[in-house]
């Protein structure tokens, strides 16, 4: 089964946008201007091209201006509900919040603020027929020194995380190669849900997936393009990439 069209894409785009400020300050990460068109834009014209339809917005700084660019998603040809935080959750707890509006028993989740060319209709088919409670899409890098690894055992499951520290980021500055990275793209079952306490901030990726290690938690390997908008140099480099790769 590779339909998409019945599970909903979870956009988490609530936060603060600290890192980026020097930038872009003017409104939430998201619709940071790429090019002639938000970064939001290049999410949901990957996102349509996939088949999926249902979203669900995860908002909270500056989050008026994303409803008034988005609205209810129907010149995009989606369906959008959103949903709204009084205060910062991170990336699990916006997901826990944003659990009452998930009726299907799979979702994909996608960070607001980068980009993975990985191919979601092949990814929801690993996801189902290994029956996973988690499958983190893993783009591989050059350099991995922002990012923790992670690495992978037999049959895609994921046998442990890197998170980066200073003795890491050095290490990774240093070495040659391509790396495993957390590409900011997962499909969970609604069970995960379980597994996030209620209204408190929690990072899915290092608080959540690290206690998943060993349960049935994949990853799905992908050469798919990969941009994080979440710095000025990477932004920069936005401008005269994305825009060739994808025609929002």
Same mark, same amino acid.
């Given at each position: 089964m590779r339909d998409l069209s019945l599970c909903p894409a979870i956009i988490l785009a609530g936060g603060l +946008?600290?890192?980026?400020?020097?930038?872009?300050?003017? +409104?939430?990460?998201?619709?940071?201007?790429?090019?002639?068109?938000?970064f939001l834009a290049y999410l949901l014209v990957w996102l349509r091209s996939a088949g999926v339809r249902e979203l669900i917005l995860c908002v909270g700084y500056k989050k008026s201006q994303i409803r008034d660019w988005l609205g209810d998603g129907k010149k995009w040809g989606f369906h959008v509900q959103y949903s709204l935080e009084e205060k910062p959750l991170g990336t699990a707890g916006a997901l826990k919040h944003a659990a009452r509006l998930v009726t299907s028993d799979a979702c994909l989740v996608l960070n607001g603020d980068s980009f993975l060319g990985v191919d979601l209709r092949e990814m929801y088919w690993f996801h189902r027929i290994h029956r996973a409670l988690a499958t983190i899409a893993i783009a591989r890098v050059r350099n991995s020194a922002r990012y923790g690894t992670v690495q992978l055992g037999r049959k895609g499951r994921i046998v442990a995380f890197c998170e980066k520290h200073p003795e890491t980021v050095k290490k990774a500055a240093s070495r040659r190669g391509v790396q495993s990275i957390n590409g900011g793209v997962y499909l969970v079952k609604r069970e995960l849900f379980d597994a996030i306490p209620p209204a408190q901030p929690m990072s899915l990726e290092k608080e959540v997936f690290p206690t998943l290690v060993g349960a049935n938690l994949y990853g799905f390997v992908t050469r798919g393009y990969f941009l994080d908008i979440g710095v000025p140099t990477d932004f920069a480099r936005a401008q005269s990439e994305l825009a060739k790769r994808c025609c929002a």
């Amino acid at each position: 089964m590779r339909d998409l069209s019945l599970c909903p894409a979870i956009i988490l785009a609530g936060g603060l +946008g600290m890192r980026l400020r020097a930038a872009f300050s003017d +409104g939430p990460k998201c619709l940071a201007p790429i090019g002639n068109h938000p970064f939001l834009a290049y999410l949901l014209v990957w996102l349509r091209s996939a088949g999926v339809r249902e979203l669900i917005l995860c908002v909270g700084y500056k989050k008026s201006q994303i409803r008034d660019w988005l609205g209810d998603g129907k010149k995009w040809g989606f369906h959008v509900q959103y949903s709204l935080e009084e205060k910062p959750l991170g990336t699990a707890g916006a997901l826990k919040h944003a659990a009452r509006l998930v009726t299907s028993d799979a979702c994909l989740v996608l960070n607001g603020d980068s980009f993975l060319g990985v191919d979601l209709r092949e990814m929801y088919w690993f996801h189902r027929i290994h029956r996973a409670l988690a499958t983190i899409a893993i783009a591989r890098v050059r350099n991995s020194a922002r990012y923790g690894t992670v690495q992978l055992g037999r049959k895609g499951r994921i046998v442990a995380f890197c998170e980066k520290h200073p003795e890491t980021v050095k290490k990774a500055a240093s070495r040659r190669g391509v790396q495993s990275i957390n590409g900011g793209v997962y499909l969970v079952k609604r069970e995960l849900f379980d597994a996030i306490p209620p209204a408190q901030p929690m990072s899915l990726e290092k608080e959540v997936f690290p206690t998943l290690v060993g349960a049935n938690l994949y990853g799905f390997v992908t050469r798919g393009y990969f941009l994080d908008i979440g710095v000025p140099t990477d932004f920069a480099r936005a401008q005269s990439e994305l825009a060739k790769r994808c025609c929002a």
